[in-house]
Every structure is written in C-alpha cells, then in structure tokens.
C-alpha cells in the first residue's frame, strides 16, 4: 500500500498513474479503460508461430513454411505494432520493468488453459548476457516469466540456458543474419531432468532464431517438448 503511494502503478501504454485497482482481478485493470483496441493477435494465426495470417485455409505462415521450426507452438499475445511496441521497448532499454505486471498477467490469462492442456512442467526464460545483464540491471523476459509463473503456479528455471555471447541486436539484421547471430549465442546449463515438457518465456519474437535455437538446446538437455510464449510477435 504504501509502496503504491510513492511509487504508484502506471498504464504501460500511456505512463498514467492508474486509479485504485484494489480487489480488481485481471490483467484490464492494469491498464487505462481507454485502451480497449490493443493490437492483440488475431484468432486466424500461423499453427507454429502464432502469428496473424490472412487466410484461414492456410496452416503456417510463410516464414514457417520456408524455416521449419524446432519447438512445437509458440503463443504470442500481441502484434508488435503501436502501442505496444513502444511500451514492451521501453520495458526493454528505459528501466519500465514495472510495466511486466500488466504484460505478464495478460500473458498468464493467454496461456491459462494451454499449460493445463500440454502439461507444461516449467518456464525457462530466454537469458541475456552477464554484460547486458550488469548494464541494464534486469532481464525483462525472467521478469515476465516470474510474473506469469506466479500467476499460474509453475515454476521459473532461471539456470537450464546459458548467454554465451553478447550477439548483435536481432532488429538490425535480416533473417540469415539472425539465424547465424543466434547459432552460438546460447548454451546448456543445468540438467533438470524432471522438467521435460517446457515452455519458453520471451518479450519479442521477430523470425523465430532465438526460441528455436533455446529449443533445440533444451531438447538436446533431454526435453520431450518445448513450447513458446511472447508479449509481441512481428507482422507478416
């Protein structure tokens, strides 16, 4: 109560402080009434990645198609357009870590039946390197992750992956570029052999390098399936 007081909760989409949201359920009540068109991915999605395509007769999009993929379903929750891309940015390079709360519930609502349905034992975050880690001070997708875990009662395994190298940023490089970013960007950690069905936490997805290659890494660990969810997916 009184942490709300000095530091009150703000809208992620506007920065306004937010009224009294005591005994409010859901995550709507994290953000101004105002925002009711909220780019959320629409039902007609790409089976693999989830994103937003335009046809119903097809399964997978055309980035799918051409790159399978390793994790079996990733489940975005909105398109990375405006408002929300510059939001889940500022989350990510202007300290609004706080912003999580409303993006990571959003998220626990998205995936509430999902986990039940694919026995999602844990959460793994994507992890960012010891360098970036000690510049910006946190890891926005360990952030979401926690949030969601709490909300959902799974548990968050911070030390199955490993950042080995601090790669070039994924926005300044066409897809062939990614996939070689990422090649070696990532590495085992600890065997949790008990986890086996896992689900992979990220704020954005662009063309799919990152989760795939996480995948591929915990499968290799022993996993017997391993699923996605970000904030933001990119538009076909």
Do not use: W
């Not at 979401?144 to 940023?169: K, N, S, Y």
Request: some cysteine.
């Amino acid at each position: 109560m009184l942490l709300d007081m000095i530091f009150p909760r703000r809208c992620p989409i506007c920065d306004r402080v937010l009224g009294n949201i005591n005994g409010c359920g859901g995550s709507r009540c994290l953000v101004c009434s105002e925002h009711d068109d909220l780019p959320f991915v629409g039902r007609v999605r790409c089976m693999k990645c989830g994103k937003e395509i335009e046809t119903d007769t097809a399964e997978y999009c055309s980035d799918c198609e051409r790159y399978p993929k390793i994790y079996k379903r990733c489940y975005p929750l909105f398109n990375y357009i405006e408002p929300v891309k510059g939001s889940i940015l500022a989350v990510k390079y202007r300290n609004r870590r706080e912003y999580c709360d409303y993006y990571g519930s959003a998220m626990a609502e998205m995936l509430c039946d999902t986990v039940r349905r694919n026995g999602i034992d844990v959460l793994v975050p994507v992890p960012v390197h010891r360098h970036k880690l000690k510049n910006r001070g946190y890891n926005q997708a360990q952030i979401l992750a926690e949030v969601v875990g709490r909300h959902l009662a799974i548990p968050v395994c911070t030390d199955m992956l490993l950042r080995l190298e601090d790669t070039r940023p994924q926005k300044e490089l066409d897809n062939l570029q990614r996939a070689n970013n990422m090649k070696n960007a990532f590495g085992a950690g600890n065997s949790h052999r008990n986890y086996r069905r896992i689900m992979i936490i990220d704020d954005i997805y662009t063309t799919g390098a990152t989760m795939d290659t996480c995948a591929r890494i915990l499968m290799e660990m022993g996993a017997e399936a391993v699923y996605g969810a970000v904030v933001c997916i990119g538009v076909a």
